[in-house]
């Protein structure tokens, strides 16, 4: 009878090991393969939202565009609070065109004061110069850095 | 035997509710994170989409009277902010800023700009562009 009640002791003993070495593997390859996972997992949905939130932010509208011998000059326009425009890229007709610069750098040029900018400020009317497409009447397509996409149908006169 | 037995059961179960203590807290600060970008994420949309509204509901409509002188009429329901004059001119477009002058209009108002002392204004387009970006030709 003695005997029995040591061989369940140790058995009790043995199975509550079992266990617990069970439970602890498991939360520790939870804790080490998972969590791992789950921290890349939740910082690529913050990455995703960050630049969701700096896209909807982006906020430009198209104002005029004045016909030139070769070349188009578009005029936009920064309603937003967060500057704008900065590795822009332009299509013309959904062909890719390098906007001309002012100088070495600059692409932008405030229309009201002549300011060159790298990005269009918050609240500035600023010019673009384009590769004038054959036609008057082109859709011109603006390509953000944040993935904000811009069209607007632009008239020439 | 029977007390160690007892004490190991209780570390055992310390342990792995330490453990799991710890896992369950690594995923729910993960989560905070999460949500909190979240929320930033809908409360920023839900702003663009209110300024997306009241911009396309803002109407001002020009008259260019004499003397380089224009009135803007706000026939929208909401305040307007005037943030340049665009003269089309045939050497190309001319911007005047109104930084100086008074550029809010409240809604269903008039106002008379004065934006420059050239007497021919009429002979060429007149427009205004607002602080939401749009632009209103004179019609």
């Known amino acids: ?157 | 035997m029977k007390k160690s037995v007892v004490c190991k059961d209780e570390r055992g179960f310390a342990i792995v509710a330490a453990a799991m203590l710890v896992a369950i807290s690594i995923f729910f600060g993960l989560a905070a994170a999460v949500v909190v970008e979240h929320s930033r994420l809908v409360e920023g949309a839900a702003r663009v989409q209110q300024l997306q509204s009241v911009r396309s509901r803002e109407e001002l409509s020009l008259r260019v009277l004499s003397g380089g002188n224009v009135e803007v009429v706000n026939k929208g329901s909401l305040p307007s902010v005037i943030v340049d004059f665009l003269i089309n001119k045939p050497n190309g477009l001319v911007v005047i800023p109104v930084e100086n002058a008074v550029p809010y209009l409240g809604a269903f108002k008039r106002e008379t700009f004065t934006i420059t002392d050239e007497d021919n204004l009429r002979e060429f387009d007149v427009g205004v562009l607002t602080q939401l970006g749009n632009v209103f030709w004179r019609g």
């Open chain 1, 1 to 157: 009878m003695s005997l029995f009640k040591e061989q369940r002791g140790v058995a009790e003993i043995i199975g509550f090991l079992i266990v617990t070495t069970a439970l602890f593997g498991a939360v520790t390859y939870v804790l080490a393969a998972k969590g791992q996972q789950a921290g890349q997992q939740a910082q690529g949905l913050i990455d995703i939202m960050r630049e969701a939130e700096a896209r909807q932010g982006e906020l430009i509208s198209y104002a005029y565009a004045e016909n030139n011998q070769e070349n188009v000059k578009v005029y936009l326009f920064n309603y937003g609070t967060e500057n704008v425009g900065e590795n822009a890229r332009f299509f013309t007709q959904g062909r890719e065109n390098q906007a001309l610069k002012h100088d070495d750098n600059h692409i932008y040029k405030d229309a009201a004061t002549g300011a060159l900018y790298n990005s269009i400020p918050p609240n500035r009317l600023v010019e673009i110069i384009l590769p004038k497409p054959p036609e008057n009447e082109f859709y011109l397509t603006v390509l953000t850095k944040h993935r904000g996409v811009f069209s607007w149908r632009v008239v020439l006169r």
